[in-house]
């Protein structure tokens, strides 16, 4: 059986020790991939203690993909270096709030060689050694470790924001009109609040589910407006009784199209028509591939109109939870009059992010990260051109980190859903991106995302793919 | 004039570069204190730049508190060791959310000698370089850097978080029921839409004034019912129509007493009769300083009535915003069959949470904290004893972080804060905490926080209360 040695005058909780013990035995091979778990009660004998300490410890193993459970058999080792231990690909209990991952709704398969998700970014290029110099320091330099920050975010934050904004996305701000939040679902929460009295909503359709069912949650009134190649539609969006509308301009979400200037004009002499506001979400404004960059809406709206919305989320990672959103003056002078209404992140990451920008590697990193993307789009469109021809259509891959792919067969885009996942290949339908049954194309359109796949894994799976579907092409 | 080089090669904008030159040679003395900035249009004419970037740098270094303004006159350098550089004391644009701070309807004192914050922790006991490593240790040791993580919360840190709250605070629950997030509001946030549809909720009077507003905020009628010395009032508990009811069962706030154990069953059967939710917000049941410590509302509920709320905010550090919930089993099942209710903070600050957990290092901070704590209070009290004897009382002082001091003046409580301003003290009257008008008490009372205050600062603090008061005391 395995060395353990637990103490009772140790600091740590029996089922602490328990756990770091094995794992790191684990982890430096003392007990081998493959090896089958003592059972708890022969822990239980062995060590003489009680069966919760054990049973957590493994829950906890467990949780972390230190082992995987065979069903009426026990928990396995896993090898460390080839099932990637720390990050169990989709355990039963973890519910990813990415809107790309609605999970149970879809298939999951058993081994995903290839992951087309949407929502990861490259994990390999994340400057891991800089950030943690930047926590470093934040930590370091910084008063007020053990203070409530400014609700809004910090002010110092908000000064680089401004100017960055400024400067890359054409956006015309002060910082008080900025409010750095944890994720879009915070910037919603505190919309919802501000503009209470507009309660109907144009949406795009089909469009992002989670900002969408928020605004249900939060006592809206949704309306779904089709999206046309030149983004929403503005005929549908001038008949509807909305007061405010949300749009994806950059890169309409999901479908791809560009919202060109003259909608860009007609939507905001609507929004000026109605006193209405318009809600940007400019997800991924940073990454866009042909065509020269197009700058805000917000920057173009000379009436205080807009509420535009970025986020660290795609351009830098999902983990840290850092967005932001640009108030007009008139909201964020309503904002200043609403106590108890903000509650801001992490000072220490705020400070950290600071940093980043002051010391110049914000923007080596966009530049590197849309280096790495173009490059990987490249091989993307290539390989699907070159395994599947004419059978396939790609669009709405000018910019950000995914395409969309129509595939010519007469199946459904859950049969197309399995087939790869027997292959070992995760794509997605998007099917909850409709708030009303889709009207049903033509062909099944699937959604692959390339942010957080390698050039050789984009060959791989996309030759899994033609070896899915090459049978039911047409 | 200063040594700036500014470089257009430079990956940074001119009004970084311009603001980290200037900001490092005030921290390494190459620019004195006192010494007066150049102005804008000397700078502009020296380096032959626009004005925009330093303006810019001018404000960073501004708000940041590297230099003051005069009024008329220009910027200033601050001296960096005496006058606490980078943690401006009440800059006009830093809205602390601190329940403690609703900033602009307070007189703010030209120069805080001591401030008696009671949002305030002790900063010099911050585990700084433990922490700096656990951030490292996540960063290092965990896959998912550039994932979403659980919108939940980290399965892992729930399962921890579950392990001490049972211990420490005998909660019972597993990590199913529990929702990390970034402070109580939220929790409040989540928890308005899981109760959509019980819209009457009975609040402490007084009470925890950000949670009231935001639950009227979410639509919600809040129905003061006032603090006893046993504290809520069950008698008008039970003749409200709240079907919901928020509690600090522990250590009321703001006005300190405990529910005693006749008092949290007469609550817990109210909730079962009515079906009633009780919300328990524990926020500084780690800090009892006499009598045994009392074990959480939830502990002693069969019947899945009460929702407990903790955070990281009084035990670590506010700065953090990492607070969690935990949901009775029919809620979290409510929870989820709601998509995108949920939104984590940060993966990387849950993990680092997870691993100060794991190594113990919690265990003993906590032990640390509360000796320390111990000992400003007792200090506190003793010294409030020594200058004020018989002309104040001293109440609700047997946790957490503040006094609650009734002055024996027939000046009210708006003159006593001026006074002790003009002596360079911060006191705090806490007259949002009431929605109704205050029945006034037969003397002011006034909330002392001891948590961000050296032993030796409440000493002065004390004497110069004592300074400020003293012809008015009766
Ligand atoms: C359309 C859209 N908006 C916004 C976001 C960003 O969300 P967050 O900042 O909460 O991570 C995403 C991320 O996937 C997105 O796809
Ligand atoms: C009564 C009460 N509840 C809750 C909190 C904690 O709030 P948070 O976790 O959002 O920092 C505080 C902090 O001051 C408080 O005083």
């Not at 930590?139 to 920050?149: K, P, Q």
Request: proline share 7%.
């Amino acid at each position: 059986m395995f060395d353990i040695l637990l103490s009772t005058q140790s600091e740590q909780p029996m089922y602490i020790q328990l756990y770091r013990q094995m794992r790191d035995q684990i982890r430096n091979g003392g007990i081998s991939p493959g090896t089958r778990l003592p059972s708890v009660r022969s822990v239980q004998l062995q060590m003489n203690i009680s069966k919760t300490p054990i049973e957590t410890a493994y829950q906890m193993l467990l949780a972390e993909g230190y082992v995987h459970s065979k069903p009426r058999s026990g928990l396995y080792v896993i090898d460390p270096h080839t099932d990637k231990p720390a990050s169990p690909a989709h355990p039963d209990h973890v519910r990813a709030f990415s809107a790309m991952h609605p999970t149970r709704a879809e298939p999951v398969p058993q081994k995903v060689a290839v992951d087309f998700d949407p929502s990861a970014v490259d994990e390999s290029l994340f400057p891991l050694r800089i950030w943690r110099k930047m926590l470093h320091e934040a930590l370091d330099s910084h008063a007020g470790v053990c203070r409530y920050g400014d609700a809004q975010g910090e002010y110092s934050l908000r000064l680089v924001l401004a100017e960055y904004l400024k400067n890359s996305r054409g956006v015309n701000c002060s910082p008080e009109q900025i409010v750095v939040g944890s994720g879009i679902s915070y910037s919603i929460d505190v919309l919802s609040k501000l503009l209470s009295g507009r309660q109907t909503i144009g949406f795009e359709e089909p469009g992002f589910a989670p900002v969408r069912e928020q605004f249900k949650h939060n006592g809206f009134q949704v309306i779904p407006i089709p999206v046309t190649d030149k983004g929403l539609s503005l005929d549908e969006l001038e008949k509807s009784d909305a007061n405010a509308v949300y749009v994806t301009p950059s890169h309409q979400f999901p479908l791809g199209p560009v919202m060109p200037y003259a909608e860009r004009e007609r939507l905001l002499a609507w929004a000026r028509a109605r006193r209405a506001y318009v809600l940007e979400d400019d997800y991924d404004g940073e990454f866009r591939y042909f065509g020269k960059p197009i700058s805000s809406l917000q920057g173009i709206d000379r009436d205080g109109r807009v509420i535009y919305i970025g986020t660290f989320s795609k351009a830098f990672t999902p983990a840290l939870r850092l967005n932001y959103m640009v108030l007009p003056v008139e909201l964020a002078e309503k904002m200043q009059r609403m106590p108890y209404l903000l509650n801001s992140p992490s000072r220490i990451d705020q400070w950290a992010m600071q940093a980043f920008f002051e010391q110049g590697h914000w923007y080596r990193h966009i530049r590197r990260m849309r280096n790495a993307y173009r490059k990987k789009h490249q091989r993307f469109v290539e390989q699907l051109q070159l395994h599947f021809g004419e059978r396939i259509e790609i669009t709405g891959h000018s910019a950000g980190l995914h395409l969309l792919v129509t595939i010519r067969t007469d199946r459904c885009s859950r049969t197309l859903l399995e087939l790869a996942s027997q292959q070992g290949v995760r794509v997605y339908d998007f099917s909850q991106m409709w708030m009303e049954t889709p009207r049903t194309p033509r062909y099944p359109q699937l959604y692959l995302g390339f942010g957080g796949t390698s050039e050789r894994d984009i060959e791989l799976g996309v030759k899994l793919l033609q070896k899915a579907w090459h049978e039911i092409l047409v």
